[in-house]
């Protein structure tokens, strides 16, 4: 059912004025976001009709936009990305482990998304594969899935990383399976110190390299003097590295996932009211405990919009990426070797048949199959179908 306010509503009755009022100050990037979303669903991009063949049901389905920052566009992408997923799972405790940068870092990623960003994968993929391969801790080599998130519930800029990891790895000679405890994985305080040295060390290098940008109130970090004064500060802070306990069997893991990886900004679902006032929609304040988390707020439309584009990646980029076990074209080995030594069946292989690429949910009326009686092109109105009935075509008898 289509939710009563879409973040598409709000695009399409304010989008026009705000890309007015914003000439010169928008990327590309995040104009063809608005664009999409305001299309998405709608004649601008075509579609087709649908016919039930045992009622005579039939309804017309817009083409989706597809882009990875649309609300409506995600489930059918998660869901595909999870049917693959599920073959990696293998029979242990998984792990949910958040690497976060300061404020002071933040700031900086900000101006510079595609090259900090990279390096806040980096850094802390790196932190997790060294640590856990030192034999004072897990001695193993593990895998790991993470995935960026750039926002806080309130969708201020809050860069983030999320990562899955199995409760344990293969040992390196390859011979075991080296089990985590059960309930801790790794020592978060010597994660963080490890993350923070190997962020600043390349976030400097960074700087030399001429790779970043400085602006508005961090203009002055141009300077090299300057920009290592305002790291000292940080060098001093804890950097919070955060494991959750782990998860309750591999169901709960593809659920988890099914949340987090293809989610944006702020979904259809969380909001509220849209009118001249603002927006309205509900978010978290994870200061509290309890009831008391949940909260709602409202942002001017002009401060939504612009809270909602900060979150725009820069083309290309990945936002979900697999390292050690799961990296690259040795997964499937080192998955087979895991399984071998966890003396764990091989993963069940889906049928290609059982659900066709272009399935499609079945009659509201009757529950019938439907199929597609007519596509129309871009811009294009659908007719109505061939001998169709009066007024109430297509209804039940």
């Known amino acids: 059912m289509r939710a009563s306010i879409e973040v598409a509503d709000i695009f399409r ?52 936009c597809r882009n990875r920052h649309c609300p409506k ?56 594969l ?24 309130a969708m201020a800029h809050h860069p983030h990383v999320h990562m899955i990891v199995p409760g344990g790895g293969i040992a390196p000679d ?50 090299r003097r300057a920009f290592l004064r305002h790291l000292s500060l940080v060098r001093k802070k804890r950097w919070v590295v955060y494991a959750k306990a782990p998860f309750a069997g591999p169901e709960a893991v593809l659920a988890y996932l099914s949340r987090y990886t293809h989610r944006v900004a702020i979904s259809n679902r969380r909001l509220i009211r849209f009118d001249e006032d603002g927006v309205t929609f509900h978010y978290k304040d994870y200061r509290r405990n309890g009831a008391d988390r949940q909260q709602v707020m409202t942002l001017a439309i002009d401060e939504f919009i612009r809270r909602f584009l900060l979150h725009v990646l820069p083309r290309g980029f990945h936002r979900i990426r697999h390292y050690g076990l799961l990296a690259g074209g040795s997964r499937k080995d080192c998955l087979a070797l895991a399984r071998q030594l966890l003396a764990a069946a091989p993963p069940a292989t889906n049928d290609p048949s059982a659900e066709p690429d272009n399935f499609r949910p079945p009659c509201p009326c009757c529950g019938g199959r439907m199929i597609v009686i007519e596509v129309f092109e871009r811009w294009r109105q659908p007719r109505g179908p061939p001998n169709a009935p009066g007024p109430d075509r297509g209804s039940c008898p």
């Open 130 to 153: 060294t640590i856990a391969a030192d034999p004072k801790h897990l001695g193993a080599r593990i895998g790991i899935t993470a995935v960026l998130h750039t926002w806080g519930s």
């Open 174 to 223: 390859g011979s075991r399976w080296m089990s985590s405890r059960p309930a801790f994985l790794l020592p978060v305080r010597v994660l963080g110190k490890l993350f923070r040295r190997l962020f600043l060390s390349r976030l400097v290098a960074l700087h030399d390299a001429g790779r970043l940008a400085f602006f508005g109130a961090i203009a002055h970090l141009a300077e």
């Open 73 to 128: 566009c995600q489930g059918a992408t998660a869901r595909t990305w999870l049917a693959e997923r599920e073959a990696d799972l293998l029979p242990v405790g998984y792990f949910h482990v958040v690497f976060t940068l300061p404020a002071e870092v933040a700031d900086i990623a900000f101006h510079n998304k595609a090259a900090v960003y990279d390096l806040l994968f980096r850094a802390a993929s790196e932190t997790m």
């Open 13 to 64: 009755a304010a989008g026009p004025a705000y890309r007015a009022a914003h000439t010169g100050h928008l990327s590309l990037a995040q104009l063809k976001v608005m664009s999409a979303i305001e299309h998405c669903r709608t004649a601008a991009l075509g579609g087709h009709v649908e016919a039930c063949e045992d009622c005579g049901q039939w309804r017309i389905a817009y083409n989706s």
